[in-house]
DNA sequence: GATGAATGAGTGTTCATTCAT
DNA sequence: AATGAATGAACACTCATTCAT
């Protein structure tokens, strides 16, 4: 119980480095036994199945994000809706938010994800950008989702729209891309950056980028 | 040359249609025969093997995208440094180069581009999300290296930098991304609007997004 | 199309034997495929997996078998209602139905049946005994279902029932036993005897057997 | 002895479900184990393999059955033979033998089998219709083979042959086809009635039958 | 008594590709 | 230009069974 039985953790590494390198679906459950020194059935002892296998070493680590996203975003949550009614009347103005609180605190979070991501590195490039193939291949798009109604009300708020309903089409599209661009820093961090730390030291740039599309998004036309 | 061989034709449709569905890997060369009502070694007449088969789909969109890019970013690459010139001593401001011509231009190419994107959609559709396990996977990667020299220049110019070689890790980190995403603003605009109507409507907060970026990275610190 | 493709034909060769010997469970596709001396890859050109391969040795036989029967027994039903009408009033004598036709037909049909299940005895033989496994493991109850209809208006044209409402939960039972075994008599018979000619002088004594089944079980109480 | 192990009676019970589900062949020793919640393991410490499994489901019950058949011929042959003796010369009519004994006894002791099949039902079931695969499903060819002998003199008595040697190839066949037949009987009770109480109410009709089959084979030409 | 781990041989099936005709 | 046939290697997975602890 205390060290992880031998066999089960060899697999499991010699999993990590066969997906790694070829992809969920090109991965042969069959070198990864041959290169871990056993049958396939005795893979299949501690794992139901390729999914299941995939699932050990990724599964973990996507759930823990979830929670700190879920978490993360429910605090910014709060935190906009207090600014929006305390100046509300005149319109939320950008520099009103920018200024109290918005994007402080997502600099703030975005270094506690990220610090996560690489405290998990090898599972989150697996999940990333390897997982075609398996139930994982749309997880992407699902944190995308997550992030997507946030984003919406903090844009709703920096409009100065009254509700949801005055969102145009070009609003909602451009809202699902700032999401989808969000996920993608956290994604190209991870993948470009060796460790923690320079990933740390590229993160002012990167969130200054975002922060400056979202000013221009909303300042245009 | 006139009418294409029927049969080829007919392959071709009935490839593109399997690998949309399916991707390059899951894709079966047998099925895509069934659908087409041939056997096997009728493929192989006209196809080398399924790599073959998937780069007549793609390649000529691809080279034609390539090409396009090229004749983009070396005209501009000259009006940049036209720009830089006339003003060195000072450093080129932001308002400058945006006054001037940058991302007048940049928007303006970027609207040629999306108009090709969608003369040609499956195909690019295919190469850019269907092609993982094919030797064109890492085309993305490709046609953002293609990009980032030119914006590199654009970026050292802004920067005031006299050449490249004041260029930080930061520098070039932040110059990777923001290459990497304008691909992917073209690869969203693609991938989620209907016809090229509808992605013109969107590029306009797609491109005040960018720029709206690299004004928050050239100003940042 | 002609001669049966020699590897075809080897091939079915082959399957028969193995489903012969081990039944359709137990037998191996790589087995036939090594006795044929082909591949496995080669069987699967010709048959879609191994129920095809089953369906293919028995699909035909069955069939042609489920027509004569039909047919037997559409015409049979014809000529027991005949019988009923004509003597109705005093109810069907178990004498009346014997002299006319009941039985004799039955015998005579029998030996055509017979004769066929001969034909394509080593099918039947995989059909009836060897098919464990496959879809067609319920063929024998399903044919018993076919004639059990038949034997039903024959036992309430016999017992002077004016209708099947009038049959007890006893009638039912009896019948669906007779009707058992009349099919337990033709797949005795294709399974213990070597050749129609041998079949056809057991017949006679099957006959009497069944025959006199139904008048004791008519006459009983 | 007296409460047998727990985790035994356990195992015992759900291997019965499973071979009840799935026949001998597909039902698997895992999921047998999963079912009791032991491991495969403990299983081979109570039973030798997957074959010794199976027999101590049926083992018990079938050799009860068998002596039980054993005692019930025994018997009957020794009151045939008493009736041919007696009647010696005339050769023995079939209403001698059936105003005698031969059937009265047959069905009575019947009703005694069937009511030990009913205490043993599931055993049987499994026993009778889900074997194959197993060293018993020529079981009931065996047990059809106890019962010829005693139904080969009963034959030769009722025919009025002197011997055995009298016997005619066609003799022969119908007599196993009748001891194959009575077994049937057997099975068809046990496996298509609720209890003992249903498939007494339907022996009548069956021993009628049965019955009935002799006297037409043995009246026959 | 029973576990957890592992074996080794096997399963049916699919694949891209080849090639004589 | 295309067919029909065949290859050979690979696939994920399941099986009954064994055995040290």
């Given at each position: ?14 999993a990590?480095?066969e997906f790694s390198e070829k992809g969920y679906m090109k991965a042969s459950i ?20 390729k999914e299941?296998l995939f699932g050990?070493l990724v ?67 697996l999940l990333?950008t390897k997982s075609q193939g398996s139930i994982y291949e749309?997880v ?82």
């Open positions: 119980m205390e060290n992880e039985k031998e066999t089960k953790k060899k697999l499991l590494e010699c990590m480095k069959r070198n990864i036994c041959k290169e871990a020194g056993v049958t396939t059935g005795a893979l299949y002892f501690f794992f139901k199945d299941d050990n599964g973990g680590p996507l759930m823990k994000l979830e929670k700190l996203i879920d978490d993360h975003f429910s605090e910014e949550i709060v935190a906009t809706q207090k600014v929006t009614k305390e100046s509300s009347g005149k319109g939320v103005t950008v520099a009103d938010l920018a200024a109290a609180q918005g994007f402080e605190d997502d600099t703030e979070i975005a270094k506690v994800v990220v610090k996560y991501l690489f405290q998990e590195k090898e599972a989150f490039d990333l749309t992407v798009d699902k944190i995308v989702d997550k992030v997507e109604d946030h984003y919406t009300m903090m844009y709703v708020a920096m409009k100065g729209y009254k509700s949801k309903r005055e969102l145009t089409k070009e609003d909602k599209f451009i809202i699902h891309w700032m999401s989808h661009d969000q996920i993608d820093i956290f994604l190209h961090l991870v993948t470009h950056c060796k460790n923690v730390k320079e990933a740390e030291s590229q993160m002012s740039n990167m969130m200054a980028y975002m922060i400056g599309g979202w000013f221009g998004v909303i300042n245009n036309k």
